[in-house]
């Protein structure tokens, strides 16, 4: 399925189509996505350009999720379709080899000289400050993204079929440029529909391409926002601060049975609960809790629920039976366990199979 994008400005009486803008997608582009990666996907940070590697090639740009995991964007230019795929899976087999020195190390050497800081931060503290918490392990798992103005057919066969067959984290962003008079303007798709939010980690699966019918939820404590403690005591998740983060929440529905990762930087990082879903995603006012024997509205006994946020980055709450919970100084966390920045995610990689059947055994939960 090839993916065209047009652009037409609306006049009072008729339709304007706009014009292809001139764009250097080699130099223009790249420059583009390191000084505003979020424009790939939000919650990233740039941790490296022109990254050298030592089985020869660089990668264009090198990005950092809030989970630490690794994000490897590269560039078609006018590469063939079997080039660019061989040539981001060879950097992905790369990737996935760096330890948290070199991540630093990359990082450091991004920083400087061309770098507008005096006082350039380490990764620790640079992902503290875009992240709000810094996990305990870096790159658990990783993503590869191919930047293209537009996509053939056989590129899209091969993506495709790593994706389905062998759970390989794979995405195809499309921009395009458009001139409107003085006014230019970026536009991005994804390839097949291919949201890189699904949470496929990239790893060699015992069950390529099948999911074990359990979904992984990110919880953010920290804040006023939200609250762990307030989870466990009035059974939900929840998730806000725009569409990014409450599209995938919204997506949970009764019956499915979720396991939650908490990011909290004082108190903990790792898997704190294991629960089934048993109501849909509401706003605060909408959600109701029991208090003794009397049902109420969340917001009647949450402070963090009383809180008031900008149209668009509302919280909204799930409910959930819980079957096993802990607080987050006893947060469960091992090498090798599935990670993700989405607030849900439905993954397909070894990593999700092996934590959750980590945790059944170590909760005792069937």
């Known amino acids: ?47 490296g350009r022109e990254v050298e590697t030592d089985i020869g090639g660089r990668i264009d740009v090198l990005a950092i999720d809030a989970d630490g995991n690794l994000v490897v964007i590269e560039l078609k230019r006018d590469r063939t379709p079997r080039e660019v795929v061989a040539q981001v899976l060879e950097y992905g087999e790369w990737v996935r080899r760096m330890n948290s020195e070199m ?58 079929y790593l994706q389905e067959e062998y759970g390989v984290n794979i995405s195809v962003a499309l921009f395009r440029a458009f001139q409107d008079e003085d006014r230019r303007y970026l536009t991005r798709a994804w390839m097949n529909e291919n949201d890189p939010s699904t949470g496929t980690a990239t790893q060699s699966p015992s069950t390529p391409g099948k999911w074990n019918g359990e979904c992984y939820v990110s919880f953010g404590e920290g804040g006023k926002r939200r609250s762990w403690s307030e989870a466990r005591k009035y059974g939900f998740v ?7 983060y409450t599209k995938t929440l919204k997506s949970l529905q009764p019956g499915e049975r979720i396991w939650v990762k908490i990011s909290e930087l ?3 990082n790792g898997y704190v609960a294991v629960g089934t879903v048993n109501a849909p995603a509401v706003r605060a006012e909408e959600f109701m809790v029991q208090v003794g024997d009397v049902v109420k509205p969340l917001a009647e006994v949450s402070e963090s629920a009383k809180l008031e946020f900008p149209e668009g980055e509302e919280e909204y709450y799930v409910g959930v039976d819980w079957d096993k919970e802990c607080g987050v100084e006893g947060a469960v966390w091992q090498r090798g366990f599935f990670a993700n920045q989405n607030t849900v995610a439905r993954p397909k990689a070894s990593s999700w199979t092996f934590t959750v059947e980590f945790l059944k ?5 069937e």
């Open 1 to 47: 399925m090839s993916t065209e994008i047009r652009i037409w400005r609306i006049d009072d009486d008729k339709l304007t189509p706009t014009s292809l803008a001139g764009f250097d997608y080699e130099r223009d582009l790249q420059e583009v996505i390191a000084d505003d990666v979020s424009i790939v996907g939000p919650r990233l940070m740039v941790i």
């Open 103 to 160: 991540i630093a190390s990359t990082f450091d050497k991004y920083q400087s000289p061309e770098r507008d800081s005096a006082t350039p931060l380490g990764i620790d503290d640079a992902m503290r400050e875009a992240f709000g918490a810094v996990p305990d392990e870096l790159n658990i798992s990783h993503q590869l993204v191919v930047v293209a103005a537009e996509m053939d057919p056989a590129t899209e066969r091969i993506v495709t």
């Open 238 to 244: 929840s998730a806000g601060g725009g569409d990014f």
């Open 266 to 268: 004082k108190s903990g």
């Open 361 to 365: 055994r170590a909760w005792g939960v």
